[in-house]
C-alpha cells in the first residue's frame, strides 16, 4: 500500500515511528506537509497537489495535525475522503473533538462521566459561575489552549473571580471547571485504536505544578485500566467518531471522568511508558480497514 503521513514536520517523533512501522511492514510510506498541498476542485473530479505532483493512486492517509492548522489540515483530510482515500482521522471527527465545548456536550450526550463545567457569554454573573462547578479551588479553560497551556487553578474564590474576570475583559472564551481533588495531580492517558484501549499510562504532574503533561515536566508510567475506564475511553472515543485518540481522565469517587478526547495524540510518551509499539498497531489498523 501506498501510505501518506501528513506531517509538518518529517523528524518529530510520532512521525517518524509511523513511517519506520509502515516500511516494516512492506508498505511506500511518504510524509507529506498538509500546509503545502494545494486542493482542487471541480465537478466529480476533486484532486490534491503536492508541490505541483497529483497525489494520486493513494490508499490511505495518517494525518498528524497541529491545533493551530486544524482549518486548512481538516480541508486537506476531506479532499482525500473525497477521493475515496482512507484515513485513521475523519474530517468530521477532527472537527469535533478540537471544539472543546462542542466535544464535551457530545461526551454529555453520549452519558460519558466528565467534571462539572460552566461556559457563559462574558457573563458578569462571575459569582454564580463559581458556585456552579462547588466552589474554588476550580480550574479555568481557554477554548483553544492545548498541552497544558491555557489552564488555570484559581485555588480561591477571590484568584477565581479575578481570572474570569481578567478572560471577560479581553473577550477570551472560557470553560470553568470542578477541581477533582482526589486525582492528586494526576491524570491518565489511554490510547485507543479500532475501538480497542491498546496502552494507558498515568502522568503526575512535577512538585508545585498542577499540569500533568509531559510538555509541562509531568512524569508518565504504565497503568492497567479498570473495566470502567476502559469502557469510558472507548465510549468516548466512539461518540466523537474516532478510531485512533488519546484520550485523557481522571480517577475520581464517582468514576472516570474525561477531560478531553485527542485526535492526534503524540506517541512518544505512550510509547516509552508502556513498551508498546503504538505506530504498528495504526498500521495494522489501516490493513485491516483498507
Known amino acids: 500500500m501506498k501510505i501518506i503521513v501528513l506531517s509538518r514536520n518529517k523528524n518529530l517523533y510520532s512521525t517518524q515511528r509511523l513511517v519506520e512501522a509502515g516500511k516494516k511492514r512492506g508498505h511506500e510510506v511518504e510524509v507529506i506537509d498538509h500546509l ?20 494520486g493512486n493513494t490508499d490511505a492517509i495518517i494525518p498528524r495535525i497541529g491545533a493551530s492548522v486544524t482549518f486548512y489540515g481538516t480541508a486537506v483530510i476531506r479532499q482525500f475522503e473525497m477521493m475515496g482515500v482512507f484515513t485513521t482521522l475523519e474530517s468530521e471527527a477532527l472537527v469535533r473533538s478540537r471544539d472543546k465545548l462542542r466535544s464535551l456536550q457530545i461526551l454529555s450526550r453520549a452519558k460519558v462521566g466528565l467534571p462539572k463545567t460552566v461556559f457563559t457569554n462574558y457573563s458578569k454573573e462571575v459569582e454564580d459561575t463559581i458556585k456552579q462547578v462547588g466552589g474554588a479551588p476550580l480550574i479555568i479553560k481557554l477554548l483553544e489552549g492545548t498541552q497544558g497551556l491555557g489552564v488555570v487553578l484559581a485555588e ?56 500533568s503533561n509531559l510538555h509541562r515536566g509531568g512524569t508518565a508510567e504504565v497503568i492497567e485500566l479498570s473495566t470502567q475506564e476502559e469502557i469510558a475511553a472507548v465510549k468516548a472515543v466512539r461518540a466523537l467518531g474516532l478510531d485512533v485518540a488519546g484520550v485523557d481522565m481522571l480517577q475520581s469517587s464517582r468514576g472516570p471522568l474525561i477531560l478531553e478526547v485527542n485526535p492526534s495524540p503524540g506517541l512518544e510518551g505512550i510509547e516509552k511508558a508502556t513498551g508498546i509499539n503504538v ?12
Not at 503545502?36 to 497525489?55: M, V
Not at 472560557?174 to 481533588?181: L, R
Open 36 to 55: 503545502k498541498c494545494n486542493i482542487t476542485i471541480e465537478k466529480k473530479n476533486p484532486r490534491i497537489y503536492y508541490k505541483g505532483d497529483f497525489l
Open 156 to 211: 480561591t474564590k477571590n484568584a477565581a473571580k479575578s481570572v474570569i474576570e481578567a478572560f471577560n475583559g479581553l473577550q477570551a472564551r472560557v470553560m470553568v471547571q470542578e477541581y477533582i481533588k482526589e486525582a492528586k495531580g494526576m491524570d491518565i492517558r489511554a490510547f485507543v485504536v479500532d475501538g480497542h484501549v491498546i496502552g494507558a499510562m498515568k502522568r503526575k504532574a512535577k512538585d508545585g505544578e498542577f499540569r
Open 279 to 290: 505506530a504498528r498497531s495504526i498500521v495494522k489498523y489501516i490493513e485491516k480497514s483498507v
